[in-house]
Nanobody
């Protein structure tokens, strides 16, 4: 059974840093693409950052220059380094993993709260 588990969320002061992790397990296939999304109360889920199958990375305008997405294919783990966080970054952060075969999977989310 495929599992995707996010971790690393918590409470951080504005201007601080946080590193989220996304661990995938249960699939024999390699990760083809990965994305971090977030959903704030009363808002739709939005894409924060992604690494595509072509190896490129994309970021939402609101996090460019502050957040960095990366992944370790051997460990089937991805990361989202969040620097200079702002109160508007407060949300539940979700990881989406796309395997070479077998579809894509979501984690249960991890809460990030930024205090002003």
């Amino acid at each position: 059974q495929v599992r995707v588990v996010e971790s690393g969320g918590g409470l951080v002061q504005a201007g601080g840093s946080l590193r989220l992790s996304c661990a995938a397990s249960g699939s024999i296939f390699r990760i083809n693409a990965m994305g971090w999304y977030r959903q704030a109360p009363g808002k739709q889920r939005e894409l924060v950052a992604e690494t595509t199958s072509g190896g490129t990375t994309n970021y939402a305008d609101s996090v460019k220059g502050r957040f960095t997405i990366s992944r370790d294919n051997a460990k089937k783990t991805g990361y989202l380094q969040m620097n200079s966080v702002k109160p508007e970054d407060t949300a539940v952060y979700y990881c989406n993993v796309v395997f070479t075969y077998g579809g894509d999977y979501w984690g249960q989310g991890t809460q990030v709260t930024v205090s002003s």
